[in-house]
C-alpha cells in the first residue's frame, strides 16, 4: 500500500523549523508543488508525486508502514520512534534542522559524568533516546516524559535535571541551566520506506532521490 492510485507520496513537516526547508528541497529538485483542496495534501503537477503535511513525530511511521514513500525528519524524531519493527531507511542528511540533544542541570546540581544522575528525575520530550543512552552507562534515573516546556522542569521542582533539543542554547541560558553532555547529534534527513513502491513507480523514486542528493550537494 505504498501508493494510492499510482502517486508517490513524501511526507513532510506541515508547520515548524522543518517545514520551509523542506518544501524547498522539493522544490529545487524540480517537483512543482501546488496547494491541493485541502491542507493535508499538496499536488506535484509535473509528477505523479503528493506531499503529505503532517506533525513531523508521525512521519517516521507513515515512511516505515509505507504509507508514504519518502519523508523528511530528524534525526532525533526518527530515532525517539525506533521501536523494534520496520524502519524508514536513512537515506541521506540534508544538511538543515541542526540541534543537539543535550543534558543539562541547573548550577545547585554538581555534574560529573552522566552517573551523577543516578536516582534523580529527568525531564525530556525524548524518553526512549535517554533511557538508551543513561541504560548504556548503566544509569539508574527516572525520566519524565513532557511534550513540551522541557527547560522550565528543574525550576518546577518536576526533575532534577533535563534533556532537550539545543541549538543557540539560548533557551538553556535563559532558564538558567547549563548543557553538560550530548547524548545525540541531529539534522534532517531523507528518508524511504522498506516497502517498495509499485513497480510503475520505482524508476521515479530513483529520480527524485537521486535530484535531491544533487541539490543538497551542491549546497555544500
Ligand atoms: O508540530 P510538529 O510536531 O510537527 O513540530 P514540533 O513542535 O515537534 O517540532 P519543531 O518544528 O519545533 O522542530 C522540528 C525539528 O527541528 C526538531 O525535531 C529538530 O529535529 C529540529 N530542531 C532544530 C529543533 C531545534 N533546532 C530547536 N532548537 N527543534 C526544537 N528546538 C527547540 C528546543 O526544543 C528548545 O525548546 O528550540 C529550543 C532551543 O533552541 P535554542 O536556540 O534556544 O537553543
Ligand atoms: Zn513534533
Avoid: W
Avoid at 543513561?134 to 534533556?163: H, Q, Y
Wanted: charge should be neutral.
Amino acid at each position: 500500500m505504498s501508493t494510492v492510485q499510482g502517486r508517490l507520496r513524501i511526507a513532510v513537516q506541515k508547520s515548524g523549523r522543518l517545514a520551509d526547508r523542506s518544501l524547498d528541497l522539493v522544490r529545487d529538485a524540480g517537483l512543482r508543488v501546488v496547494k491541493g483542496n485541502n491542507d493535508l495534501l499538496y499536488r506535484v503537477e509535473n509528477y505523479p508525486i503528493d506531499l503529505l503535511r503532517v506533525r513531523d513525530d508521525d512521519i517516521p511511521t507513515f515512511v516505515a508502514d509505507g504509507v508514504c514513500d519518502l519523508g523528511i525528519v530528524g534525526e532525533n524524531v526518527l530515532e525517539e520512534a525506533r521501536n523494534g519493527g520496520p524502519t524508514a531507511e536513512v537515506i541521506m542528511p540534508l544538511g538543515f534542522g541542526r540541534c543537539t540533544l543535550k543534558i543539562a542541570v541547573p548550577p545547585t546540581l554538581a555534574y560529573d559524568s552522566p552517573a551523577s544522575l543516578e536516582g534523580l528525575r529527568v525531564a525530556t520530550s525524548y524518553p526512549k533516546i535517554l533511557r538508551r543512552f543513561l541504560d548504556e552507562r548503566n544509569v539508574r534515573a527516572d525520566i519524565v516524559t513532557m511534550r513540551g516546556a522541557v527547560e522550565v522542569a528543574p525550576r518546577l521542582k518536576l526533575a532534577s535535571a533535563i534533556c532537550d533539543l539545543v541549538s543557540t542554547g539560548a533557551t538553556l541560558e535563559a532558564n538558567g541551566l547549563g548543557p553538560r553532555e550530548t547524548v545525540l547529534e541531529s539534522q534532517a534527513v531523507l528518508i524511504r520506506s522498506p516497502v517498495a513502491p509499485e513497480p510503475g513507480l520505482q524508476h521515479l523514486l530513483d529520480s527524485i532521490i537521486e535530484r535531491m542528493a544533487g541539490v543538497v550537494s551542491s549546497q555544500g
